[in-house]
């Protein structure tokens, strides 16, 4: 199975603040990569998908890069909406795993 | 509007059986894979499996193999995870959600399950 990891794994932030989650792959997954947002109590919703493609109706604060091993998921400037965990999952080969999570809190 | 909708809430003993359904709506069912992750009290996403309603090829993650049976009923647009003899480990929300390509674009609310005796 290919182990993503996302680091960090809470963050603290500020509104208005601009953040990055970076997501790393145990081997190369080219640009099949997709973010994911869940909130407590919630089912997780599409963000971004193909390393960078952002999901209609995603506020364009949000951006995705990276390709092969390295990815990040970029808030350009947090809203109080935005606190959240964030997933990153790779649909390269089977089985399409998940990172562990990063949890974004209000500082 | 593309909808998945979960059945209800299940609270189950060790050893019994359990099936929970996945109905989709407003799209073609049988033109998306459809998938089911796990996720177990306070811990992170895992993906268990994925199943094509139009001839019902499924493929699972290693880990859920033979832990647990995913299966449609294309005639109802219904998905099905399904478990013979339940863990109090199998205890999480479990959730489906329509493959676009590869990726999830649409989830289910999920579905609590909780074994306990």
């Known amino acids: 199975d290919i182990q993503m990891t996302q680091s960090p794994s809470t963050l603290s932030a500020s509104v208005g603040d601009r953040v990055t989650i970076t997501c790393r792959a145990s081997?190369?997954?080219?640009?099949?990569l997709a973010w994911y947002q869940q909130k407590p109590g919630k089912a997780p919703k599409l963000l971004i998908y193909?390393?960078?493609s952002l999901e209609s109706g995603v506020p364009s604060r949000f951006s995705g890069s990276g390709s092969g091993t390295e990815f990040t998921l970029t808030i350009s400037s947090l809203q109080p909406d935005d606190f959240a965990t964030y997933h990153c999952?790779?649909?390269?080969?089977?089985?399409?795993?998940f990172g562990q999570g990063t949890k974004l809190e209000i500082k | 509007e593309v909808q998945l909708v979960q059945s209800g809430a299940e609270v189950k003993k060790p050893g019994e059986s359990l099936k929970i359904s996945c109905k989709g709506s407003?799209?073609?069912?049988?033109?998306?894979?459809i998938g089911w992750v796990r996720q177990m009290p306070g811990k992170g996403l895992e993906w268990m499996g994925i199943?094509?309603?139009?001839?019902?090829?499924?493929r699972y993650s290693p880990s859920f193999q033979g832990q647990v049976t995913i299966s449609a009923d294309k005639s109802i647009s219904t998905a099905y995870l399904q478990w013979s003899s339940l863990k109090a480990s199998d205890t999480a929300m479990y959730y489906c959600?329509?493959?676009?390509?590869?990726?999830?674009?649409?989830w289910g609310k999920g579905t609590t399950v909780t074994v306990s005796s």
């Open positions: 193909k390393a960078s």
């Open positions: 407003g799209y073609s069912f049988t033109s998306y894979w």
């Open positions: 199943i094509y309603p139009g001839d019902s090829d499924t």
């Open positions: 081997q190369s997954i080219s640009r099949w």
């Open positions: 959600a329509r493959l676009e390509g590869y990726y999830m674009d649409v």
């Open positions: 999952q790779q649909y390269n080969s089977y089985p399409y795993t």
